[in-house]
């Protein structure tokens, strides 16, 4: 069945560092791909998607590029800021419904 | 406007109690979604609905029992719920178009069972 993986966290870093959190897929087809962002005590927020190999998606300075020879869908962000902790979840769209990663926690510290 | 509203915000219940949880949007999306989440785990899918029909229930007890009276509105009805039914319940909503969809999440409701 479909499956998504991702980097273990918690993952901490120092404000201005780069990032990547990596995220690999097992699927049927080409899904759609999606990062969600889930903030201390809040529901989730969409924070990028792609829809066919080779797409980019970006948003807030955060990227992630849908490769489907090595079927990844990585998120990257060049400097992170102390606003972007919170818990990153790697998603695609099965058959009717979302499989998410297990998530990664991200602590910037100042 | 991509929003998803969530009442309430926080409920405490009893194991005898009966309450409601209400989710709305005004997007015309056809298909809202409920899905749980304990502490550090990834959301769950509880139930699909599809133009307001009923299309998926992962097996979830039926002391939930979820009703959307209109294409706007999904509830999820709460009775006789058990200490570890305690978590994060998310509403999404998305367009239901095949493939490519996106779901958009509500802020949830934080439920705590006694």
């Known amino acids: 069945g479909d499956s998504v993986t991702q980097m273990e966290g918690p993952v901490t870093l120092s404000e201005e560092a780069f990032l990547t959190i990596n995220c690999t897929y097992t699927?049927?087809?080409?899904?759609?791909l999606f990062w969600y962002v889930q903030y201390p005590g809040e529901g989730l927020q969409l924070l990028l998607k792609a829809t066919k190999a080779d797409d980019k998606g970006s948003n807030k300075g955060f990227e992630a590029t849908y490769r489907k020879e090595t079927t990844s869908f990585h998120l990257e962000k060049g400097s992170v800021q102390v606003s972007d902790s919170a818990v990153y979840f790697c998603?695609?769209?099965?058959?009717?419904?979302?499989?998410f990663g297990q998530g990664t926690r991200l602590t910037i510290n100042p | 406007d991509t929003e998803v509203t969530q009442t309430p915000k926080h409920l405490v219940m009893g194991m005898t109690n009966k309450k409601s949880l209400k989710c709305e949007q005004h997007m015309g999306h056809r298909a809202m979604y409920w899905y749980k989440q304990k502490a550090k785990k990834p959301p769950e899918l509880m139930f699909v609905y599809s133009y307001e029909k009923l299309s998926i229930n992962e097996s979830v007890p039926s002391r939930f029992s979820p009703e959307c009276p209109n294409s706007s509105l999904l509830n999820l009805h709460l009775h006789a719920l058990q200490p570890e039914d305690s978590a994060l319940y998310l509403c999404a909503s998305s367009q239901d178009r095949q493939g490519i969809e996106t779901q958009y999440f509500g802020p949830g409701t934080r439920l705590l069972v006694l």
């Open positions: 699927a049927t087809g080409y899904p759609s």
């Open positions: 998603a695609l769209r099965g058959a009717q419904k979302l499989v």
